[in-house]
């Protein structure tokens, strides 16, 4: 399968993307680490980045790689997760 058109992100240098059927409408992204870990016994290591809702285009953050959490704006994620970022206002200030 291929990532959504309106999806914004390019993976990071040494990553890939990979998208999958998650439950009827529902699609997973997948952010694949491309190193060699050892833990991982010489498996791709991959981390869920978001959901995606085929019906109305709509994402969302992940609770955990089972569980789709709450709805984001995609262009306000970053190429890593779309887990959102818990700053407090002088933090904001500086990203």
Do not use: C, Q
Not at 8 to 34: M, N, Q, R
Not at 78 to 93: G, K
């Amino acid at each position: 399968m291929k990532l959504p058109d309106s999806f914004p992100h390019t993976a990071p240098e040494g990553y890939s993307y990979e998208v999958e059927e998650f439950k009827s409408g529902y699609l997973a992204i997948w952010l694949h680490h491309h190193y060699n870990y050892v833990f991982a016994g010489g498996e791709l290591v991959r981390t869920i980045h978001s959901f995606y809702r085929v019906r109305d285009g709509k994402y969302f953050s992940p609770v955990n790689s089972k569980t789709i959490g709450k709805e984001v704006d995609i262009d306000d994620t970053r190429n890593y997760t779309s887990m959102p970022l818990n700053l407090n206002p002088l933090e904001r200030a500086f990203f």
